[in-house]
């Protein structure tokens, strides 16, 4: 069964780092493009980075560029979030997930997230 696990989340200054991890079950990471979201009090869920399957490409939300890097471990099937932050509006509750299919009911299953939050 697929689970995500995301963890790594806390408090931080503007002007902090953190390091996000997301380890997935049921599923290799290495198989699938991998998608890390954020949500927002009040807000939709966004994309914040996506990495190709072959993890040699990753696009970021605009708000995002150059502050935040994804990587992946295969070997432990885990990928990452390191986000060197700035503003509050970072702050927001994250998520992984596997780019799915549309057909596919494994598209719905999401991980409980974790929570940033940027304040000084």
């Known amino acids: 069964q697929v689970q995500y696990v995301e963890s790594g989340g806390g408090m931080v200054q503007p002007g902090g780092s953190l390091r996000l991890s997301c380890s997935a079950s049921?599923?290799?990471?290495?198989?699938?493009?991998m998608t890390w979201y954020r949500q927002a009090p009040g807000q939709e869920r966004e994309i914040v980075a996506v990495m190709s399957r072959a993890g040699d490409n990753v696009v970021y939300h605009d708000a995002v560029k150059g502050r935040f890097i994804m990587s992946r471990d295969s070997d432990i099937n885990t990928v990452y979030l390191q986000m060197n932050t700035r503003k509050p509006e970072n702050t927001a509750r994250y998520y992984c997930k596997a780019a799915w299919p549309e057909s596919d009911k494994r598209g719905s299953i999401w991980g409980e997230g974790t929570q940033v939050t940027v304040s000084s």
């Open positions: 049921g599923f290799t990471v290495s198989n699938y493009a």
